[in-house]
């Protein structure tokens, strides 16, 4: 079967957890900025999780336009990552709410690690259906973003019980990492179809 229908039920989970996550932004009672201040936690672990579902929901579709069918294997990997990324919102809160203390960081941490192992498994499945010279196979190449996330997550992990900012620290960077723009995909389908890659400058 196509792709249509896996890629919507996807983006309408993802969607869900987003709203998911926005709701734990409740709104004080009072009218000060200090009840305002208190939730500066709760608001910078949702900006964070936002930032992870917006880099997963763009990487997700960049994989999925250049697919051509999807198997059982595939649904069933694409739900596996499904299901660690709606932990999210659990983790999101549990840290936010907490002021980033170590168990949750480090929960927070484990949820990303198993979301990016996830992610691999479905990049796996596909490219089995896909083959080794399909264009995903040509765009991900080495894939040092992939390889080095889980890094970050696995030290990030036990140094939240040393000091949670350690962490935190690292959660960002590996979002930093996704954010810089990512045209491995583009420059893969302009080259099949003959056309000239754009530049990956800024």
């Known amino acids: ?99 980033f203390a170590s168990a949750p960081t480090a929960a927070y941490g484990v949820t990303l690690l198993m979301a990016a192992i996830a992610y691999w498994i479905l990049q796996r499945a596909i490219l089995r259906s896909e083959g080794r010279d399909s264009v995903l196979a040509r765009a991900i190449g080495p894939d040092l973003k992939g390889k080095l996330s889980p890094l970050f997550y696995l030290v990030a992990i036990p140094a939240a019980f040393v000091h949670p900012a350690i962490s935190d620290a690292l959660y960002v960077a590996v979002a930093l990492i996704w954010l810089i723009p990512d045209r491995r995909i583009e420059r893969a389908i302009n080259a099949h179809r003959g056309a000239p890659a754009r530049s990956t400058a800024a």
């Open 1 to 99: 079967m196509g792709t249509a229908r896996l890629e919507a039920f996807s983006d309408g989970v993802l969607a869900i957890i987003i709203t998911i996550m926005v709701l734990e932004l409740r709104a004080p009672h009072e009218t000060t900025v200090a009840a305002l201040a208190v939730l500066l936690p709760v608001f910078l672990s949702y900006m964070l999780s936002f930032i992870y579902i917006g880099i997963y929901w763009n990487n997700h579709h960049h994989m999925l336009h250049v697919t051509g069918r999807v198997n059982g294997g595939i649904l069933w990997a694409n739900l596996h990552l499904l299901f660690w990324l709606s932990l999210v919102p659990f983790t999101t809160a549990w840290m936010g709410e907490n002021h």
